[in-house]
């Protein structure tokens, strides 16, 4: 088997951050921005879960998520973040923010890294993708199944879980 390459995971330094429920549209794309720099391209949920930890929120209610969703879209308006669109079995259509990918407009689109301290559901579909790509180069006759343990073994993963299963069959079916 072909030996990936990959970046490290690279965790934000926590600091404390506005509270969501009252920030500003500065406070919001300040810090967003700045976990953004560390962590992108991340998944809309994880970032706003990261800086809601930070101020000290541990739940984020729907009027929360909506301020940052407000948050996101006014900042990628304004070209301060890209939001990507993907296909995430997990996201109940293009405008949940389970499916938006974020990032910097200096970073790359996609990062094949290792897990870190994400789950499997917050690894964009476009870095799994580009995972089965670089499994698939390396054996161009690897089935289903090669795929499925090689994604595993990337990311020291021991079950392939069904949420594991419905991502990577969704990676298979939009992208290969």
């Known amino acids: 088997m072909t030996q990936i390459t990959y970046t490290p995971y690279t965790l934000w330094p926590t600091r404390k951050t506005a509270d969501p429920r009252a920030a500003t549209q500065a406070q919001f794309v300040h810090g967003l921005t700045e976990i953004l720099q560390y962590q992108a391209p991340m998944q809309g949920l ?41 296909p995430d079995p997990e ?39 580009a995972l089965v790509l670089e499994i698939r180069s390396g054996d161009e006759f690897a089935g289903r199944e090669d795929i499925y343990r090689s994604v595993l073994d990337h990311y020291g993963l021991q079950k392939l879980t069904a949420l594991v299963r419905r991502r990577l069959d969704g990676v298979l079916k939009e992208y290969f």
């Open 46 to 86: 994880a970032l706003f879960q990261t800086y809601a930890k930070a101020s000290g929120l541990m739940k984020i209610a729907a009027p929360v998520r909506r301020k940052f969703e407000r948050a996101i879209m006014l900042a990628e308006n304004s070209g301060d973040i890209l939001v990507e669109r993907e």
């Open 91 to 129: 996201a109940e259509g293009p405008e949940d923010s389970v499916g938006w990918i974020l990032r910097l407009p200096d970073q790359e689109p996609v990062s094949l890294r290792d897990l870190g301290p994400r789950g499997f559901a917050e690894i964009p579909m476009s870095e799994l993708a």
